[in-house]
């Protein structure tokens, strides 16, 4: 075989080669701007109401600019004990470990502590069933990672006064007390919540809200 022959030969391999170590890059980086390109959820993100006071248990909050759904929550139902107090330990008797409460020493009274409020408080989003708050896999990422929340996420209302009362979202299940949400539940489907479906003359409230599953 001449020299000429084998030079073409050589460089027909090294062609092919080149080939498919481009397309293997050209592969590998529409992948990755794919990836980069789905949308990334915040649901479980830290996120701030805006108040300076803090409420007297479940808040929620709409527009917090900070969330992708502008919607920011607090869940946790706990409130404040009614008994007079001089200090914080006498107002978290009941849940030490928790430091969930403060006392105003001035006017003699407990009421939530606003770094714990701000420390329970995640970006959220409406949701219909349980799949709408969980991940489901590269290309449906729902929840921000490093959450606070451990126990993941379910799809409930916890509102029963004001724009989203018996609006289903995406709430953490640390704070979530089971029993209360399907109370909430079922009076929402019935469209029995009062002060949201019944209302005061109101009457009942656009889909989703009432009378719905």
């Known amino acids: 075989m001449t020299h000429s022959l084998l030079d073409t030969l050589r460089a027909l391999v090294r062609s092919s080669s080149g080939l498919r ?27 701030n109401h805006g108040k300076t006071e803090p409420p ?8 917090a600019l900070s969330c992708n759904e502008l919607l920011c929550i607090y869940a946790d139902e706990n ?9 914080a330990a006498q107002c978290n008797a009941a849940d030490p470990g928790t430091n969930r409460f403060t006392c ?9 502590r606003i770094d714990y409020v701000l420390e329970r408080s995640m ?36 509102q029963t006064l004001g724009e989203f009362c018996c609006e289903k979202l995406c709430v953490c299940n640390d704070d979530l007390l089971e029993a209360t949400a399907s109370k909430i539940q079922q009076d929402c489907a019935a469209s029995t919540q009062t002060g949201c479906c019944t209302g005061l003359g109101e009457g009942v409230p656009p889909a989703p809200a009432c009378g719905k599953p």
């Not at 890059?25 to 789905?38: I, K, P």
């Not at 409130?79 to 200090?87: G, N």
């Open 21 to 47: 170590r481009t397309s293997g890059l050209v592969g590998a980086t529409a992948l990755v701007a794919l990836l980069s390109a789905c949308t990334k959820g915040d649901v479980g993100a830290p996120c």
């Open 104 to 112: 105003d020493t001035e006017a003699g009274r407990c009421e939530l």
């Open 56 to 63: 007297q248990s479940k808040l929620v909050t709409f527009p």
């Open 79 to 87: 409130e404040a004990p009614e008994t007079a107090c001089t200090d």
């Open 123 to 158: 970006c959220s989003k409406k949701c219909a069933t349980d799949d709408d708050c969980k991940d489901g896999g590269p290309t449906k990422k729902v929840v921000v990672e490093n959450t606070k929340c451990e126990t993941g996420f379910s799809c409930a209302r916890i």
